[in-house]
């Protein structure tokens, strides 16, 4: 069974750093691309950016650009979202998710990760 | 950037009704378009692909359809698990834009 397991909810402070994971299981991880969306409180989903695991190669939504960090270790199937500052503002629900590559939708999604930034 | 909306933004139904949900792009994206279905507090879940291709395992009371920029989804009879948030996805040209959602909520 594919899974993408996303680690858990994270209550920071403004300023500091922090990095989120999503750990795929049941597939090849390398053949699929993992994306990661935002949900901000009562609101709907923004494509922040994805990563090829095969290579690492990014392309980030210029609304997220410099922002967050897209990262992969494909050694433990795993890819991060981290960012260095944290802001309230940053204050979402985060969601991986894979797609196949080329013309494919988001087909597995990971069960989100709660961030909380709050003084 | 490619900008989807969708109309309605809410939707007020009752079971058996038929629904409607309109997704509109800011230019043409053939037909890569998908449509997602969230419930709260839940992943969003892959519905229809390439604007009419229901996923295994949906339903079938699930249709999607158009190209270039206007799509819709239609839900035959709204049945009690339907009531949800619905987003449409153009994923033609990154980044992978998604429209703002419509909530579907009991009449």
């Known amino acids: 069974e594919v899974q993408l397991v996303q680690s858990g909810a994270e209550v920071k402070k403004p300023g500091e750093p922090l990095r989120i994971s999503c750990k795929g299981f049941g597939y090849y991880f390398t053949s699929y691309w993992i994306t990661w969306v935002r949900q901000m409180p009562g609101k709907g989903l923004e494509w922040m950016g994805k990563i090829d695991p095969s290579d690492s190669s990014t392309k980030y939504s210029p609304s997220f650009q410099g922002h967050v960090t897209i990262s992969v270790d494909k050694s433990i199937s795993t890819a991060y979202l981290q960012w260095s500052s944290l802001k309230a503002s940053d204050t979402a629900m985060y969601y991986c998710a894979r797609r196949y590559g080329g013309y494919d939708p988001l087909d597995s999604w990971g069960q989100g990760t709660l961030v909380t930034v709050s003084s | 950037d490619i900008q989807m909306t969708q109309s309605p933004s809410t939707l007020s139904a009752s079971v058996g009704d038929r629904v409607t949900i309109t997704c509109r792009a800011s230019?043409?994206?053939?037909?890569?378009l998908a449509w997602y279905q969230q419930k709260p507090g839940k992943a969003p879940k892959l519905l229809i692909q390439k604007a009419s291709s229901l996923q295994k395992g949906v339903p079938s009371r699930f249709s999607g359809s158009g190209s270039g920029i206007e799509f819709t989804l239609t839900i035959s009879s709204l049945q009690p698990d339907d009531f949800a948030s619905y987003y449409c996805q153009q994923y033609d040209i990154s980044p992978f834009t998604f429209g703002p959602g419509t909530k579907v909520d009991v009449k």
């Open positions: 230019q043409s994206i053939n037909r890569w």
